[in-house]
């Protein structure tokens, strides 16, 4: 688990490190994408609850979980499932999107993340090269999102083995309550992954990649194979 830890730690500072040359619109006090629908893998909730167990604060965390409905928002696949479905030329039904709740995410406080340093990956992905406004969505560079979904996939994959992928309320409320996560309906067993969905011009970027993350790892004495496997792929 500790090993696994490092491996997510590392892939968050990479990815910050990556993501560092957009200049984004996002700044502290706009907090548009900051809702009840961000999804995350059971570890990510494992670094939350460490984050909060090293500040002594789980009752504050508590709290917050037990004025929540989890489940309310619920993904249908994950997306190394979508990825398979696709590499198997299966149709997704537009079911398979999920239902979501807008509701502001109870993290926030006067606009800002009360959690920023433990955010998941799903906070960490969100950007815009615009300040959005009611009428004016997100944009992104097209690079941008497919190393948003390669993360996401990778994210995944740390919790591939006996972990489990929902929303961030959801995989909270059931590490809290010490719940079957397996049994909860909303909540889906996080997959290995199965591949990416590349353009052929993207491949040099995300292998360039996964590369600084092999390395990152090895130097902090980690073993590497996690990673030679996702190169393999
Ligand atoms: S955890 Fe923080 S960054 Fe993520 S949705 Fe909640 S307030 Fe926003």
Redesign the pocket.
């Known amino acids: 688990m500790q090993h696994k830890k490092q491996l997510l730690h590392t892939v968050y500072r990479e990815y910050s490190t990556w993501i560092s040359r957009f200049p984004l619109a996002c700044q502290k006090g706009c ?1 548009a ?3 009840q629908s ?1 999804t995350m893998s059971s570890l990510e909730g494992e670094l939350i609850f460490d984050f909060f167990s090293a500040q002594g604060r789980e009752k504050w965390l508590l709290d917050k979980l037990a004025r929540t409905v989890p489940g309310k928002s619920r993904s249908i696949i994950t997306t190394n499932q979508f990825a398979e479905a696709c590499f198997k030329h299966q149709e997704v039904d537009s079911d398979a999107l999920g239902c979501w709740d807008f509701t502001p ?1 109870v ?2 406080e006067d606009e800002a ?4 340093e433990a ?2 990956f799903g ?1 960490r992905s969100f950007g815009s090269l615009v300040r959005c406004t009611a009428g004016r969505a997100a944009e992104m560079a097209p690079i941008h999102l497919t190393v948003n979904t390669v993360f996401t996939q990778i994210v995944e994959h740390l919790s591939s083995e006996d972990g489990c992928w929902s929303t ?1 309320m959801s995989i909270l409320h059931s590490l809290a309550y010490k719940e079957d996560m397996m049994k909860k309906q909303h909540v889906l067993k996080a997959r290995p992954v199965p591949g990416f969905l590349l353009e052929p011009r993207e491949m040099h970027v995300v292998g360039g990649l996964l590369k600084k993350l092999r390395e990152q790892f090895s130097d902090m004495g980690g073993t590497s194979d996690l990673i030679d496997n996702l190169l393999a792929i």
């Open positions: 907090a994408c900051c809702t961000v995410c993290f926030l993340c009360s959690i920023y955010r998941p906070c961030m």
